[in-house]
């Protein structure tokens, strides 16, 4: 239908010239990305000289179409925050990384109390998917709930949940705004880095003084190397799980939230 109009995110509108000729972008307000059109319930594509090219030929054109605007997408990203199915992907990740916590051994024998287990795979592939905000609040409900179990008056978990949030919510927070394979590499070489910092100075001036008082210093200095290659195993043996079962999990949970 030569003449029809189509909105474009907002209020540029573009018109059909032909049936044949696909539909130039009349951008005039602002340049926003065009989401989609589709014609007979087929999706075109758009060519780089900015028009979009039907996928057959002749392109019979009818009834209304509907583009997506980046501000309608935001709106509604933000709305489904918080779902339901979200909710309760979240609480049953968190429910499995609180179980797998305790299901820690040691790696050194030199060091019993560095116990490895991998609980945060499963917080970090649950982040990736939930985003930061999800994030945060798996992280510190798992370490909440561990309060009552460990002997430390909720220093050893407050000091877990600052680790934690090194290479979980920090990679978590970057995916958000820059999704990729490349991304999710460097983000959990920055957290494993950035965790193992914050382990040595949690030991140090937390746990250590808890447990040694005041030979703490001389206990720390002891067994530093340990607290460095414990915490680099641990990251990269929860982040190889995460890149594994990412993408397997990703296909199943893509039919869950649609």
């Known amino acids: 239908l030569t003449g029809s109009k189509v909105c474009e995110s ?35 594509r758009m060519e780089k000289d900015g028009r979009f090219r039907a996928p057959f030929r002749p392109a019979y054109i009818s009834g209304a179409f509907l583009i997506k605007s980046p501000e309608k997408e ?22 499995l990384a609180f179980g797998l916590s305790f299901l820690d051994f040691p790696i050194f024998p030199a060091t019993p109390f560095l116990k490895l ?17 999800f994030s945060e609040l798996m992280i510190a409900a798992v370490y909440a709930l561990h309060i009552p179990f460990g002997g430390t008056g909720g220093i050893g978990e ?37 965790q193992t910092a914050a382990a040595l100075l949690t030991n140090r001036f937390i746990m250590f003084p808890l447990w040694a008082g005041d030979g703490a210093a001389e206990f720390f200095s002891s067994v530093i190397w340990y607290i460095i290659a414990f915490n ?27």
Do not use: H, W
Request: some cysteine; aromatic content about 12%.
């Open 10 to 44: 907002g209020n540029a509108l573009t018109e059909f010239v032909s049936p044949t000729d696909g539909i130039p972008i009349e951008n005039n307000e602002s340049k926003r990305r065009l989401y989609g059109v589709r014609i007979l319930g087929r999706q075109v």
């Open 74 to 95: 935001q709106k509604m990203e933000n709305t489904q925050r918080f779902s339901a199915k979200k909710i309760a992907l979240a609480a049953m990740f968190t429910a």
């Open 117 to 133: 287990d991998f609980s945060f795979a499963v917080l970090l592939l649950a982040s990736y998917m939930l985003g930061p905000v």
């Open 158 to 194: 407050l000091a877990n949940f600052i680790m934690a949030n090194c290479f979980i919510f920090l990679p978590s927070l970057i995916y958000r705004f820059k999704k990729g394979l490349p991304t999710v590499l460097l983000s959990m070489f920055f957290g494993m880095l950035l």
């Open 232 to 258: 680099l195993i641990k990251c990269a043996a929860n982040g190889v799980i995460t890149l594994l079962l990412y993408k397997r999990l990703k296909r199943v949970l893509k039919v869950f939230f649609d």
